[in-house]
């Protein structure tokens, strides 16, 4: 898809990487009137998307989809607008009423892939954007005029210059290894397996569902057309003996059959066979290195479980470029534009960090958990806070002196008692 007769005089601003985070990047920076080109590895066709991801768009990073030129994709046709159940060991954590749709950032979006990565590469082009597919960054050099950017594509090796770089290549990063950006890692317990349905009856009300089966995540998301994706992120050893693709579908579809809180599935029809990972650690990296700032999941890719990272991906890109609103790329600007960026990036997104690396742990004390769901169940106040906090709408920290407030007060009413 690589736009023809490419002008190869030197870009403003090249990002490395054409999936969210990229093409969000580059949408932004083009908006601000910079000459951006995004590379991708892959060869791009209409239908090119992630596989691995199940396209929960968390609140806080539904309204950023309207500023990329994406509004449409709110419409029925394109996304379910949702929000989060929670089923857990101390009773139902949810919202109050019925779904009424409100402002973007109210809920969350069901969005495929299969529809966001397409739609973002359109926005992108149709931004001004040069997407070039097919080629690989290989690795980049500085010199006193900016970065010379040494790619290799079908017609083999080309350089590029640009004055700025950003790296929106993935979790794999490879601008990461070619900068010294160094990875570090945090456990994740569970093993992820999903799969795509027809014939199961969701909620009316087109809520998402999370059931905390034991010490799995059992996660039921409506789709458009009345398709069903059902995700269960379980402790390793359990998904370990479902053997062949066939058993393993089959092991999948009777552990949603045995949960109390999922829908029937007596009338299921898988679309395809299961997708996932055995193996999913969370990384973090520094969001900047020299002048290079990381985007999306080559700056943050967190278990998964968590259901972030393309927000986070769109997040990244929009602080990145309100770091840049009122500056240049001149040096004096690219350097406070890039430390601005680092500030907010840890401000905004790297708090969160801390609580998901530990939901990725599975929980030895059962009781002390039952106990903190029962308190977060029971009090509205703190339910509505959960299910922000899970949005990305409020910080841990808010939650985390809540929470403590309630347990304290529950613990002294059992004292009186
Ligand atoms: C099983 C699973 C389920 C998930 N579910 C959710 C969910 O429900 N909600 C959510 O928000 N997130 C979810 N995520 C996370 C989400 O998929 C990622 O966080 C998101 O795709 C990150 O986007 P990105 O643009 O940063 O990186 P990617 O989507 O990884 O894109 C990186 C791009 O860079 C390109 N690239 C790499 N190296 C080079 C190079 N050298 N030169 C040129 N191009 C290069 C790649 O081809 C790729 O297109 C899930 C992840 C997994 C694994």
Redesign the pocket.
Known sequence: MSTPNFDESPLDVAV???????CATAIRFSQMGYRVAV????AMNDQSH?R???????PHAVPLLADLGLAHLYEPAWSVPTKAVFVTPGGLVEGPGGYVPGPPDSYALNLERRVLDPALRTAAQKQGVQYIDST??ESIEEDESGWILNTRGESGSHPFRARLVVA????RS?LAKELGNATEEHPNERA?LFGYFSGIKTREDNRSVFIMNDRDLACVYPLVEGRTQLVLFAEKARVEGWQGADGRLQQFMNYFDDLPDAPSMAEAVPETGLL??SD?PSQVREPVVGSVPFV???AL?VD?MS???????LVSADLLARSFADRSLDKADLTAGLAEYRQRFEEVLLPHVETICGDSLVEKNEASRQRMFQVISGNEELSQKYLALSGRMLMPNEFQRDLVRALMSRGAAGLKR
């Open positions: 490395v990487g054409g999936s969210i985070a990229g590379f991708d590895k892959k992630k691995l991801c199940t396209h929960f768009i968390q690989a960054v929106a290549d993935g979790r490879r992820a996932g990972y999913y999306g999941d080559a890719s998964a259901g972030v990272g393309c927000g986070f991906a």
